[in-house]
């Protein structure tokens, strides 16, 4: 146990959390599997895998692929609905002690509307992940949040639901020119926070089959091999708008790694594609990231969040 006098809770919205370590929604499902390696209750947040409104088979196989420092998915949003979800998924979570961010998908307007709607009483729910970093089937497949437009619409569509009931955080695809419009765009329709960076599309080619290895033929990348990315996006949101919490991801392995995005902005860190080949890295990197926080000469973890951005002189 730490001895540590540091003061690491972090905010998102009106939620206060013990720590600002969370999972990354769609690398553990629903948390269970990574409760075999610690108490889920040690971590900030269990951020739920992607819930749509009716379950989900999910993509085609082969579905993953292996990429220098990092991965490539096409998973497809399989789960169980969130019917199910409520019913035996989220009691679950909070039997065991987890604070828990729900996680929405959609492929409409209407369907992240109807979801929020359900979530926003449920019991145990810190705050509601929107992620409009999904295809738009309405538009010909674009990405919600690769749309200023489309991406207003579905936070006022989820504010108007949820009310002031849940702290909202719409979860930004980084597969965009201006990162930081888009942002603004769903801080000004409602959402009280962002989670960025989600994957990158990628693809990968086999040159044995001589064919795409996906069969979905393209796929998000994760990893270390982001992680620039995601320090950029994150310095740069935070640097326009400096009072919105972000939730950081994107290849963090280590606590020096959290630490270089709390240092651009983020106020919580999401740790995904890390715990595929360590189950345990969260509580890990939360330990690396305090004994770094303490060896800077921080007492409250809050003073780190995009230090990276004052004035050397």
């Not at 729910?125 to 674009?142: D, M």
């Amino acid at each position: 146990m730490s001895t540590s006098s540091l003061d690491f809770t972090t905010q998102l919205g009106t939620a206060l959390f013990p720590n600002p370590i969370l999972t990354a929604s769609g690398c553990a499902a629903n948390g269970k599997e990574l409760s075999a390696f610690f108490p889920l209750g040690d971590i900030g947040a269990v951020v739920t895998k992607s819930v749509m409104n009716h379950p989900r088979s999910g993509r085609a196989t082969p579905r993953m692929a292996e990429t220098p420092s990092g991965m490539l998915n096409a998973i497809g949003l399989q789960g169980p609905g969130i019917d199910n979800f409520l019913r035996e998924d989220l009691p679950w979570l909070v039997e065991h002690g987890a604070r828990t961010i729900v996680s929405i998908a959609g492929e409409s307007v209407e369907e992240f509307a109807a979801l929020s709607r359900k979530v926003r009483n449920a019991p145990g729910v810190s705050a509601l992940e929107v992620n409009i970093s999904c295809p738009n089937v309405e538009n010909r497949g674009l990405v919600f949040a690769c749309d200023r437009t489309s991406a207003r619409e579905v936070i006022e569509a989820v504010k108007r639901s949820v009310g002031n009931s849940l702290p909202i955080i719409a979860k930004l695809s980084p597969d965009v020119t201006d990162i930081v419009s888009i942002a603004e765009e769903v801080i000004s329709a409602g959402a009280d926070g962002l989670a960025m960076i989600n994957t990158l599309l990628g693809m990968v080619i086999n040159t044995e089959t001589m064919r795409p290895h996906l069969a979905n033929k393209t796929g998000g990348l994760s990893g270390p091999a982001i992680r620039p990315v995601a320090v950029r996006a994150i310095f740069q949101v935070h640097q326009a708008m400096p009072k919105v919490p972000i939730v950081g991801m994107g290849g963090v392995l280590t606590g020096n790694d959290a630490f270089e995005l709390v240092l651009a902005g983020a106020s919580a860190i999401s740790i995904g594609t890390a715990t595929f080949h360590d189950p345990s890295a969260p509580i890990r990197i939360k330990q690396e990231l305090e004994e770094l926080l303490n060896s800077r000469g921080f007492t409250r973890f809050s003073d780190a969040v995009g230090y990276a951005h004052r004035s050397q002189s």
